[in-house]
C-alpha cells in the first residue's frame, strides 16, 4: 500500500469511518471505499455487502479475483451515570474490546478511583456528547434513574442513530421517560429503538448480573447487523 493510501485510510478509520480496502489480487492495485460514496460498479457493490457483513473476503468479479479487506470503527460504549451497574459494567465492555466512556456530570461518582482503566468525563451529556463522536457503532445506557441526566442522553443518542440505546428503570419508568420523549417531538417508531428495561431478560437483580444483560444485550444488537450481510457474503464465498 502506498503512502497516500495509507494516509488516506488512517484519516477515514480515526473519522470512525467504516471502510473496505479493495485489493485487486490480479494487479495490486488498491483503493477505499466508504459507505457515503456513491460510486456503481459491480466491485463497490461487492464492498458494501463486506461492510454491511462486516466480514473481510475475496471474491471473483467478471473474471477479476479481488480481496476486501473491511475496517469498521471500535464500538463505543457510553455509559451514563457512575453508579454501581457501571462499576461492574465498564471493565466488563473493555474486556470485550469496546472503547468505554462513563458520563456523569456528579464529581464525587465519576472519578478514576472508581473507575480504574477508564475513560471518565465529569460532565453534563449534551456537554459530553459535543466532545465525542457518538455514530452507528456507538452503544449508549443510561443508569442515573434521573430524567435531567438520562433523558438528554437518550435524546442525543436517539438523534445520532447509535445502534443501542438502553435506559435504566422498571416498565412504569419507562412508559414515563416514553412519555416524556414524546413531548419532546419523538415518533413511537424511534421511541421503539430505546431498550427498556435494559438488558437481556435473565433474571438479573445485582448489579453484576445486570451488568453481565447488559453487555450481552448490546453485544446481540451489535451481532444483528451484521447477520444478513454474512449471510451474502458467506454465499459469495461458498460459490468461488
Known sequence: MDVSLVTALNSVKARRIPVVEIINLA??????LTTIDGIDSAVADAARQALAGGLSYRTEIDGVPYFLNVHLPAIRLM??????????LAPMASQAAMETIVVDPREAFATEDRFPGVAVLPAWPDEAFKEISVDANTAMVA????PKIDDPAVKQALRAGTFYIGA???SRTHLARLERLRAAGFEQSVLERIRGPIGLDIGAREPG?????????IIAHRRSRYEAGKTICSASLRQK
Open 209 to 217: 448480573e445486570i451488568a453481565v444483560a447488559i453487555l450481552a444485550e
Open 79 to 88: 455509559i451514563i451515570g457512575a453508579v454501581h451497574i457501571a462499576q461492574a
Open 168 to 170: 435504566l428503570g422498571s
Open 27 to 32: 494487479t495490486g492495485s488498491q483503493e477505499l
Open 143 to 146: 443508569l442515573t434513574h434521573d
